[in-house]
């Protein structure tokens, strides 16, 4: 593989919005809420679809259940 081929990651993980991204590119491709959220019971229903922890968009939908 050529160096030329090789494109720098860039990630910026702002307090309210997350962005990703490749060197020299205009505009993020990636565009997510910087937000990590915690079921408020968790019991034996982990493992059953549910999760230890929700991350972005996902943890933004189930806040307040």
């Known amino acids: 593989m050529c160096?030329?081929?090789v494109a720098a990651?860039?990630?910026d993980n702002?307090?309210?919005i997350c962005?990703?991204?490749f060197?020299?590119?205009d505009n993020p491709?990636?565009?997510f809420p910087s937000l990590v959220g915690r079921p408020?019971?968790?019991?034996v229903l982990v493992g059953?679809?549910?999760k230890d922890a929700y991350v972005g968009d996902e943890a933004q939908n189930k806040r307040g259940r």
Request: neutral net charge; proline residues 0%.
């Open 19 to 21: 962005k990703a991204g």
């Open 9 to 11: 990651l860039v990630i």
């Open 48 to 50: 059953m679809g549910r």
């Open 29 to 31: 491709r990636v565009l």
């Open 23 to 25: 060197a020299g590119d």
């Open 40 to 43: 408020k019971h968790v019991g």
């Open 3 to 5: 160096d030329d081929d």
């Open 14 to 16: 702002g307090s309210g």
